[in-house]
């Protein structure tokens, strides 16, 4: 195992820039399974998630080929092996529930495994088998496993309860190739809905309205091969922001879509940091002679303040003057930083959704451990800051969803060191 040993380190400087969406990036590559012809994506990132998503691919009969040192994967699914997911892969990250729609659509049967929870949640997929079975499927359950059929999908109004990005995905990959049109109604609106539908009209389907809360699939007879580049990690590049926030720093974030990242510059301004669209992307720069002010934040969909830099905020304002409420609307379970943070000599209480953050002067280092991707991200924002030496132990979650994240701080002048453990 390993784990990042973090000393408190110099306001960050520098230019930093943001690798591909895992986010994008996971969809877009279950969406390879559509069609016979080879796709190649580009600005893939180099993840823990990315590698077992290539992995499980090939458990269907994907051959791919990931040129790591150009971002760039190839995959051709000739034929599509076999419809049934294997457990352990199809249990090690939620985003392998996304095959279902596609094998449904080009195999017309799927057997996977019911997602489990996680650390942030039950997170059910109820919104996905309403909408596949919309679709036409006919699906069942038995003994934690989903089972579904189709002759042949066929278009259908679905209105979604919660804008799901996940079910707006799966059952967009269905849509495509069944006969007739679909209308996903309060549909997802992120930015990762609109690159799957990029990438999937670049192959050749009718997808129009992503980006809206209604999206219009044609269903086509059959798709092509194509190429495609995948959106910048708008998460990977908020944590950033928060970094040179936190740190009290000067930092210039490429390779970014501002749009993309209105909330969490909203928000650090409002804390009193500086946030400036530059040429090449976005200047973070702290402008204060004395401590972040405290801001409210409440999570939801987007374009609202994203769930997932919600514990990275909380590490900021963990050190902002004044108290912050934090409420979080999306996860029922995404506050297990709050623990780490407090043995750090954070001042937070949780109350029912809600964090109640009081401002303290520093953080002291101990040693930590990561429940979950983004409350690891949070360590680390916080490690870099507190006085003395932090310890952050099961890193791998980390690695799911930050390339390289160590060279890329260390590049901005953090100290902070990958060790075995
Ligand atoms: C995606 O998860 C992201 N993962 C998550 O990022 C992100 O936090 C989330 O969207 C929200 O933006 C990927 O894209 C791989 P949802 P997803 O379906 O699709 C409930 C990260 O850190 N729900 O919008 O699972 C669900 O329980 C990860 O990168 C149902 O109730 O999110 C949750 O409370 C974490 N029934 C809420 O909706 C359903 O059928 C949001 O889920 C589906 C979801």
């Not at 359950?141 to 799966?170: C, W």
């Not at 669209?277 to 994203?306: M, N, S």
Request: aromatic share 4%.
């Amino acid at each position: 195992m390993e784990k990042f040993i973090i000393t408190q380190s110099p306001p960050l400087k520098g230019t930093v820039r943001v690798s591909g969406s895992k986010n994008a990036a996971l969809p877009i590559l279950a969406a390879t399974l559509l069609t016979e012809a080879q796709c190649v994506i580009k600005d893939v990132p180099e993840l823990l998630d990315v590698q077992r998503m290539e992995e499980y691919l090939q458990t269907f009969g994907a051959d791919t080929q990931w040129q790591r040192e150009k971002n760039k994967i190839t995959v051709g699914v000739k034929k599509i092996a076999s419809t049934e997911a294997p457990y352990p892969l199809a249990c090690s990250m939620r985003a392998s529930f996304l095959v279902m729609g596609p094998l449904l659509a080009r195999a017309a049967r799927v057997k996977i495994p019911l997602p489990g929870g996680c650390a942030i949640g039950a997170r059910p997929v109820d919104q996905h088998l309403k909408g596949l079975a919309a679709l036409g499927a006919e699906i069942t359950q038995e003994h934690g496993m989903v089972y579904a059929k189709a002759k042949r999908l066929r278009g259908a109004n679905i209105y979604l309860d919660f804008p799901s990005v996940g079910a707006t995905e799966n059952i967009m990959m269905a849509a495509v190739l069944a006969r007739g049109r679909t209308i996903i109604e309060n549909s997802a609106i992120e930015p990762e809905i609109v690159d799957l539908a990029g990438f999937l009209n670049a192959i050749g389907a009718d997808v129009r309205g992503a980006g809206t809360d209604t999206i219009r699939i044609n269903g086509v007879r059959g798709l092509r091969g194509g190429e495609y580049t995948i959106i910048p990690d708008r998460i990977e590049a908020g944590t950033f922001m928060v970094a040179a926030a936190l740190t009290r720093g000067d930092v210039l974030i490429e390779n970014i879509v501002a749009d993309h990242l209105k909330p969490v510059a909203a928000k650090l301004k409002e804390a009193n940091a500086a946030v400036e669209e530059a040429e090449t992307g976005l200047q973070v720069r702290y402008v204060l002679r004395g401590r972040l002010k405290r801001a409210d934040i409440k999570t939801l969909p987007y374009p609202g303040f994203p769930t997932d830099m919600q514990a990275q905020f909380m590490s900021l304002l963990a050190l902002a003057e004044g108290t912050s409420i934090i409420t979080e609307t999306i996860f029922e379970n995404r506050f297990m930083h709050v623990g780490e943070l407090k043995r750090m000599g954070a001042n937070i209480k949780i109350e029912s959704r809600s964090a109640i953050v009081e401002g303290v002067e520093k953080l002291a280092g101990t040693q930590v451990r990561t429940t979950d991707l983004r409350a690891g991200a949070a360590l680390i924002l916080s490690g870099l800051i507190a006085e003395g030496e932090t310890e952050i132990d099961d890193i791998y979650h980390i690695d799911r969803g930050y390339c390289k994240i160590e060279e890329k701080l260390r590049g901005l002048g953090a100290k902070i060191k990958r060790v075995s453990s």
